[in-house]
């Protein structure tokens, strides 16, 4: 694994705004085509074998937290719970996910936590990066066979799919819309009906169906929207849906939030204890006390925020935020390598139940956030 500087491609604005990218540079320089990384194919292997991996625990350990019923320890109301059960009892499909892993090239990638509901990073991943490949390395590969994958997926899902139209829902933002543009662009290729619908603007039925500003009954639904949003905005939702059962399905189903929380991380390390592909974590904040280095994680923050590193009991870097108040885990802290003063964290994404791809954003500080760069990346080898 090595990090390697270049000239930009001369036209490189308009070439990722013609794939969708158009936020590069919203705060800040974003894409990030000044360097690149490259990987052996041994690397790639170890990074795809660990996500199909961990993917395959986290499976295991949402069926722990439901057979034991430990939703307390994650602090998931109780208003929720049957709609996580009755959800996970339908086996309903997923789409997607994304792994980010700490990874140096030489021990195993460690788990930092897993975007299970409303990853994004996908259309540089998908497409910027794989058209900054074919404009400047050509003879070389990518880790990247997302889009491929996503039209297949859809495919395979789309017989279980309800109703006519399969609805993508989310917020009225730019970043969001061309993530929902995008990924109906695969439903659509794969031959699915679709629809965009602001999730602002969800009707609801006095017998309570949702609806879409054509009032046509919301029957399958993609949404781009965290579900501890979801739920937690209106208890005529959680209501709404208890009382809809197998008439309406969701994307991703709601069962994903135990997964998209990360206390699923300690559960994870109580499962399968020495694991090479993950860190040591914990929700007991007495046995960090005998711990040299760890992070502190809220169980629900996005961006890095609220993240606290303490090195022999000496806070190292604390991060701002709005989160924290719904409980946090504690990590042991990854050994994350440092190019060029930069952090690299490798997004691995799993679509369907298999390794599919991977984009990697770097940062100045060990905490990746919202001001982190997406740099492409190679296969050489």
Request: hydrophobic share 45%.
């Amino acid at each position: 694994m090595q990090r390697r500087t270049h000239p930009p491609r001369a036209d490189w604005r308009r070439k990722v705004e013609s794939v969708g990218l158009a936020w590069h540079s919203a705060a800040g320089p974003y894409w990030n085509e000044e360097a690149h990384y490259a990987f052996s194919a041994a690397e790639v292997d170890a990074i795809e074998g660990a996500t199909n991996a961990l993917h395959a625990m986290c499976l295991e350990a949402a069926q722990h937290v439901i057979a034991h019923r430990q939703y307390d320890r994650l602090a998931i109301p109780p208003a929720v719970v049957p709609l996580i059960e009755a959800s996970w009892a339908q086996e309903p499909p997923s789409l997607y996910g994304r792994f980010d892993l700490a990874y140096d090239g030489m021990g195993p990638p460690k788990l930092l936590e897993y975007n299970a509901d409303t990853p994004t990073s996908l259309v540089e991943a998908s497409l910027a990066q794989w058209f900054w490949l074919q404009d400047t390395h050509p003879q070389l590969d990518q880790f990247n066979a997302l889009h491929e994958r996503l039209i297949a997926h859809w495919r395979h899902l789309a017989p279980h799919l309800q109703g006519d139209v399969l609805h993508f829902v989310g917020m009225d933002d730019l970043e969001d819309g061309v993530t929902l543009a995008y990924l109906r662009d695969t439903a659509e290729q794969a031959g699915i009906r679709c629809a965009t619908l602001p999730i602002r603007r969800i009707g609801l039925t006095g017998d309570g169906f949702f609806t879409d500003l054509d009032d046509r009954v919301l029957e399958s639904v993609f949404k781009l929207y965290p579900w501890e949003w979801l739920v937690a905005e209106d208890p005529r939702f959680v209501e709404a849906l208890l009382g809809l059962g197998t008439r309406m399905q969701w994307l991703e189903p709601a069962w994903k939030l135990l997964l998209s929380n990360k206390g699923i991380l300690a559960v994870l390390w109580e499962l399968f204890p020495g694991h090479p592909n993950l860190l040591p974590a914990t929700l007991d904040a007495s046995e960090v006390l005998t711990w040299d280095a760890y992070v502190t994680k809220p169980l629900l923050s996005r961006e890095g925020a609220n993240v606290t590193v303490t090195l022999f009991d000496q806070v190292l870097l604390r991060t701002r935020g709005d989160y924290g108040a719904e409980g946090v885990v504690h990590q042991a802290l990854a050994t994350i390598p440092r190019f060029d003063d930069r952090y690299p964290v490798i997004g691995s994404w799993i679509i369907g139940d298999a390794a599919a791809g991977m984009g990697i954003r770097e940062s100045r500080q060990v905490v990746t956030d919202n001001l982190s760069q997406f740099v492409p990346h190679v296969i050489e080898g």
